[in-house]
């Protein structure tokens, strides 16, 4: 069967299960998945271990922008799954601690460093189907996507699963930082300047509050198999 190139854009706040519908909708459907976030948890990473982010929480803008299209992000697809690698290390668990998280929405707000992980993007996905999760993927990265998918739910839903997936990890969280960071992304996320977190006027809203992940494989198999008729 010819393989159309079909790109799916998924969009939505912190936690709101982005990654885990991708993911699936990924191994139905045969698409090739790309976390866009883990993008900027890895910039961030980077930052944080070379001394460009202070205690405070100041980025040393200057020091990055030397460095930033020297880094190589990418990422490896395996039986296990899809990880984000910084040349040859595996950073895929590194990428997800709270260290990271608190301080990668300034460092997603700094335009080159949007340049720079849009133009990584671009190039992990020429041809083929794609899905790709973010904040701005349906509004900037593809705008021409096929089938845009904004993802909401309940924030007190969405902290639990967040701090649900840090003690799965072995983690330690406080269940109240773990929201106070949530809601500190959603809203540095929502009102930066570069590409803020908004709804595309043509993406289908998914509230998944309560929701199966079984309800929303249906719910995306419905909107697939309406306007491409892919069947797996
Ligand atoms: O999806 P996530 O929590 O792993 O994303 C981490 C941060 O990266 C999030 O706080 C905002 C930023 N981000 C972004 O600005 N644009 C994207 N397309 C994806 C993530």
Same mark, same amino acid.
């Given at each position: 069967m010819q393989v159309p190139d079909v790109v799916i854009a998924v969009d939505g706040y912190s936690s709101t299960g982005k990654s885990t519908f991708a993911k699936m909708v990924a191994k139905a459907f045969s698409f090739l998945y790309l976390d866009s976030g883990a993008m900027y948890r890895g910039v961030t990473l *980077?930052?944080?271990?070379?001394?460009?982010?202070?205690? &405070? !929480?100041?980025?040393?803008?200057?020091?990055?922008?030397?460095?930033?299209?020297t880094l190589d992000l990418h990422f490896v697809h395996d039986e296990e799954g899809t990880k984000l690698y910084l040349s040859d290390r595996c950073i895929e668990g590194e990428i997800r601690t709270l260290g990271v998280s608190s301080h990668v929405s300034p460092v997603s707000a700094i335009p080159f460093v949007r340049? *720079?992980?849009?133009?990584?993007?671009?190039?992990?996905? &020429? !041809?083929?189907?794609?899905?790709?999760d973010g904040r701005d993927i349906g509004t900037t990265v593809f705008p021409n996507a096929e089938i845009k998918v904004f993802m909401t739910a309940d924030t007190d839903v969405r902290a639990r699963r967040r701090y649900d997936e840090m003690v799965a990890?072995?983690?330690?969280?406080?269940?109240?930082?773990v929201k106070k960071n949530l809601l500190e992304?959603?809203?540095?996320?929502?009102?930066?300047?570069t590409s803020p977190l908004t709804q595309a006027a043509d993406a289908y809203v998914m509230d998944n509050t309560d929701m199966t992940l079984h309800e929303e494989l249906v719910w995306i198999t419905g909107l697939i198999q309406g306007r491409f008729g892919i069947y797996s």
């Amino acid at each position: 069967m010819q393989v159309p190139d079909v790109v799916i854009a998924v969009d939505g706040y912190s936690s709101t299960g982005k990654s885990t519908f991708a993911k699936m909708v990924a191994k139905a459907f045969s698409f090739l998945y790309l976390d866009s976030g883990a993008m900027y948890r890895g910039v961030t990473l *980077y930052a944080l271990e070379n001394g460009m982010i202070d205690a &405070e !929480g100041k980025i040393d803008e200057a020091a990055l922008k030397a460095v930033i299209n020297t880094l190589d992000l990418h990422f490896v697809h395996d039986e296990e799954g899809t990880k984000l690698y910084l040349s040859d290390r595996c950073i895929e668990g590194e990428i997800r601690t709270l260290g990271v998280s608190s301080h990668v929405s300034p460092v997603s707000a700094i335009p080159f460093v949007r340049n *720079y992980v849009d133009d990584r993007l671009h190039s992990f996905s &020429e !041809g083929g189907r794609v899905i790709m999760d973010g904040r701005d993927i349906g509004t900037t990265v593809f705008p021409n996507a096929e089938i845009k998918v904004f993802m909401t739910a309940d924030t007190d839903v969405r902290a639990r699963r967040r701090y649900d997936e840090m003690v799965a990890k072995g983690e330690n969280p406080d269940f109240e930082e773990v929201k106070k960071n949530l809601l500190e992304r959603d809203y540095i996320d929502s009102h930066r300047e570069t590409s803020p977190l908004t709804q595309a006027a043509d993406a289908y809203v998914m509230d998944n509050t309560d929701m199966t992940l079984h309800e929303e494989l249906v719910w995306i198999t419905g909107l697939i198999q309406g306007r491409f008729g892919i069947y797996s």
